[in-house]
């Protein structure tokens, strides 16, 4: 099945700053990739998603590329602010309505 | 609010007992989901439905859990003989899935926090 991998699991960044998260997975049939954010005691929400037919996709601050023959992608924010601190889920499934395999999650602090 | 919703929020039984949570999707939304999520981790996948019918279960849902969704609306998820290994978050989501056109994201539930003493 299919096994997805973030590291590492905190990271901490000044406000302002870029942050990229990694992700690898390891079923190459996997074809859709979303990024959930996930703040203290609430719901996993998506924030953006990428399918396997493009390599990059942008939402004002957020980015998300893939690179399909190396089975990684990463979530790229810019200028970041003290609200994006979360814990951020990376996902892989075949098929964008499929089951979801996600990786263990990374702790993002923005530090003002 | 029109999102998914998950009662009870928390769940506190003792060792042995059964306990039955509920998950109601987005109206129309025809896929519904299971996940478990302990702490530290990602969500894990338990179960889906297609309207419903179960289309998948995970190894992880032992015998001791079933779930249904009778009507193709809401879903109950039920665990038997609960342990303490089964103390973590139980979340739903839904999704619409009509054809190649109509394909929308999973929408996650706030979640039912189970704690077995």
């Known amino acids: 099945g299919e096994n997805v991998e973030q590291h590492p699991s905190t990271l901490s960044v000044q406000e302002g700053d870029s942050a990229v998260i990694k992700c690898t997975y390891s079923?190459?049939?996997?074809?859709?990739f979303p990024w959930y954010k996930q703040e203290l005691g609430k719901r996993p929400q998506l924030i953006i998603d990428?399918?396997?037919?493009?390599g990059e996709k942008k939402d004002q601050r957020i980015a998300v590329t893939l690179n399909k023959t190396a089975k990684h992608f990463s979530l790229h924010i810019t200028e970041t602010q003290p609200e994006d601190s979360a814990v951020y889920f990376c996902?892989?499934?075949?098929?964008?309505?499929?089951?979801?395999?996600f990786g263990k999650g990374i702790t993002l602090s923005v530090r003002p | 609010d029109t999102g998914v919703s998950q009662n009870p929020r928390h769940k506190i039984t003792k060792r042995g007992q059964n306990v039955t949570f509920r998950c109601d999707p987005i109206?129309?939304?025809?896929?519904l989901y299971w996940y478990r999520q302990t702490l530290g981790q990602g969500p894990e996948f338990l179960t889906y439905?297609?309207?419903?019918?179960?289309?998948?279960k995970s190894r992880l849902l032992s015998d001791r859990f079933s779930a249904e969704r009778p009507k193709g609306s809401f879903s109950t998820l039920e665990i038997q003989r609960t342990e303490q290994g089964d103390s973590a978050m139980y979340l739903c989501?839904?999704?619409?899935?009509?054809?190649?056109?109509?394909?929308?994201?999973?929408?996650f539930g706030q979640g039912t926090r189970l704690t077995v003493v």
């Open positions: 989501a839904s999704s619409l899935v009509r054809g190649i056109l109509v394909n929308t994201e999973a929408f």
């Open positions: 079923d190459s049939a996997s074809n859709y």
């Open positions: 990428i399918r396997s037919n493009v």
């Open positions: 996902a892989a499934s075949v098929g964008a309505n499929s089951k979801l395999t």
């Open positions: 109206s129309e939304h025809n896929r």
């Open positions: 439905f297609q309207n419903e019918a179960q289309l998948e």
